[in-house]
């Protein structure tokens, strides 16, 4: 049934827009198809009705051949008999109805009974989705991207960019559930160039750094955008990641994008060895941002380009977090294995304190990004197809819905912020040329050299 798509449901590679031919005129294709309203509304009235249908509604009905034209990978059953309750599925109101019924049959007590267990669940339920689950330690990055990796889902909805997207005024002021989500994140990238003053024309022939590569998307994106003359180097903790970003790019015959796992704190390569270091939502993994600036300056080249978007919280020196923002940014810390955040203003400060850089610039797009953290729960809500057949990612699921909801709050109230750094590295100081010599000087020397001649002779 799922033939077209890849091993645990992997978004085809086929649906993935290449960035040479994405134009207004060729847009990306549309996200696979989404469920209906029916189906929806199906699936409430299912949950609804569970509540009053009797035992025998839930006997298996047997299975006849499909109807001719019928989706291959649905079943057909036939209707079952109108006494059941499941016969009453497409209608809601009636499922509604039955629910009613068994309230008012209960009586007051039952109701408040009802509701103390509902108020009870509801209550564990919040309580257990506040609770940090992915704390971050010793190898814990490396393990989650690894797991992220093998289940398949986060790269089902997101594609091949584990990052924001972007979404102009235009865009936002129609609706940004209008715009393909996996395109959001290629006009990301497209601003983000832009930023840092990346194009091919320029940058042909570059030598490129990706740090905290993911599955690679941006990489091979690159890669394609400055030409087969350019050379783009992804780094990452995951094998798991470096595996896939090496098989997608031989699947897409992208030759100048290679992987490797390596420590960004700690990089083996040489001083002054890229002309573009890029890092795209990194930083926030890291447990030592200096070191991971100086890093990063230590091996661009003099006169090299420097682009960087991390997440940040605001700056705290002027108006301290209260209780609330502290227990926010302590979730957000323990949900997803972040050590910690910065503010965009301390970010530019160790930029700035490596001595090599000329001016930073810096922005906040959270504008521009906000939306991507709501898009992505709708994805899932209209194409349940990446998680709905592996049942053991539920809680994960619902636990990464629930940040992705708590991280749109926190960006939307100015708790955190969208950092955008750019910066070129300086070329180190000329060397001086020797001071020319005055004519006085010329004559002694000359009247020295014909000295020296008449005494050797």
């Known amino acids: 049934q799922l033939a077209p798509f890849r091993p645990n449901c992997r978004t085809p590679l086929t649906d993935l827009p290449d960035p040479t031919t994405v134009t207004a005129a060729h847009p990306p294709p549309p996200p696979p198809a989404m469920v209906s309203n029916n189906v929806l509304r199906a699936a409430a009235a299912l949950v609804l009705s569970a509540c009053h249908a009797p035992a025998s509604a839930y006997l298996p009905a047997p299975r006849v051949a499909a109807p001719r034209g019928a989706a291959p990978f649905l079943s057909h059953r036939p209707s079952p008999p109108a006494s059941t309750a499941l016969h009453a599925l497409p209608r809601p109101a009636a499922a509604l109805s039955s629910v009613a019924a068994a309230v008012k049959s209960a009586g007051a007590p039952g109701v408040v009974a009802a509701a103390a267990a509902t108020a009870g669940t509801a209550y564990v339920g919040k309580k257990l989705l506040d609770r940090g689950s992915r704390k971050y330690g010793e190898g814990t990055v490396a393990a989650e991207y690894d797991a992220w990796t093998q289940d398949g889902i986060l790269e089902y909805y997101w594609g091949e960019h584990i990052h924001l997207g972007y979404y102009n005024a235009a865009e936002m002021a129609a609706g940004y559930k209008k715009k393909n989500f996996i395109q959001a994140k290629y006009d990301f990238i497209d ?29 091979r994106y690159l890669a394609k955008a400055l030409g087969p003359g350019a050379s783009v180097t992804g780094i990452t903790l995951s094998p798991n990641q470096v595996a896939r970003a090496t098989e ?3 699947e897409q015959g992208v030759p100048n994008a290679h992987f490797q796992v390596t420590n960004a704190l700690d990089m083996t390569f040489e001083d002054d060895s890229f002309d573009i270091v890029w890092a795209c939502e990194s930083g926030e993994h890291m447990p030592d941002k200096k070191a991971y600036i100086d890093e990063m300056m230590r091996v661009l080249k003099p006169g090299g380009k420097f682009v960087m978007a991390t997440w940040c919280q605001r700056d705290d020196r002027g108006r301290p977090f209260d209780e609330k923002e502290e227990r926010d940014l302590k979730f957000l810390y323990e949900e997803w294995t972040h050590p910690y955040f910065i503010s965009i203003e301390k970010y530019a400060e160790l930029i700035d304190d490596t001595k090599v850089m000329s001016a930073v610039t810096t922005a906040d797009w959270n504008e521009q990004t906000i939306a991507s953290w709501r898009h992505s729960v709708w994805v899932g809500v209209y194409d349940p197809r990446g998680f709905i057949f592996k049942p053991t990612k539920y809680w994960k699921c619902l636990k990464d819905g629930y940040c992705l909801e708590r991280m749109h709050r926190a960006f939307d109230r100015g708790l955190m912020q969208y950092g955008m750094f750019a910066a070129t590295k300086e070329l180190p100081p000329a060397t001086p040329a020797p001071a020319a010599e005055s004519a006085e000087e010329e004559y002694g020397t000359y009247t020295a050299l014909v000295k020296d001649l008449a005494e050797g002779e």
Not at 193 to 214: P, R, S, T, W, Y
């Open 191 to 219: 601003e983000m160039m832009a930023l840092g003053g990346i194009a091919a024309g320029a940058d042909g022939d570059a030598k490129v750094l990706d740090v905290g590569c993911g599955v690679g998307g941006t990489s």
């Open 248 to 250: 997608l790019a031989a």
